[in-house]
């Protein structure tokens, strides 16, 4: 009998590092009263001459079956590291597309956090053809995730090292 046991748990070892949350469509929220369309394509929303502390994004596109979405439309915008949005132009604002493996990089900044809400990001996500995924992006261990009322624990982004962090969406593809 422990001959089996020792077999089956390792049968089982290199397993667990194949093991992913895929399944669960990422949770929609609201996309605010800031968002714009028509804009720029890029992976960097980092502004000449900026404020604050670069943060690097990155990540993938699944789908419910744990499959890369190739070509998934990634739209983002957050406020500056003041807590303003700009509604006139296109700062901290911008789209791109996943690679043939569903990942994506982006280059920004931490956003502040401003009367009401916590440090966040907006994304919209979208598989060719698909429907789209209006979500946000939170930061970890804020305090003032506490104090914000659309905050979903399920949202927050993990942050490999000061100003890189990581986040996988689930999308109807």
Known sequence: MRRRQLLGVALLIPLEGLAQTCGVITPRQTEGPFFRTDTPKRVSLVEANFRGTKLVLEGQVLSPQCKPVP???LDFWHADDRGAYDN??????GHQYTDAQGRYRLET????EYPGRTRHIHVKAQAPGGRVLTTQLYFPDDPANARDFLYRPELAMKLATRGEATFDFVIDA
Request: charged share 25%; hydrophobic share 45%.
């Open 88 to 93: 006139k132009g296109f700062r901290y604002r």
């Open 109 to 112: 900044i931490v956003p502040a």
């Open 71 to 73: 070509n998934a439309l």
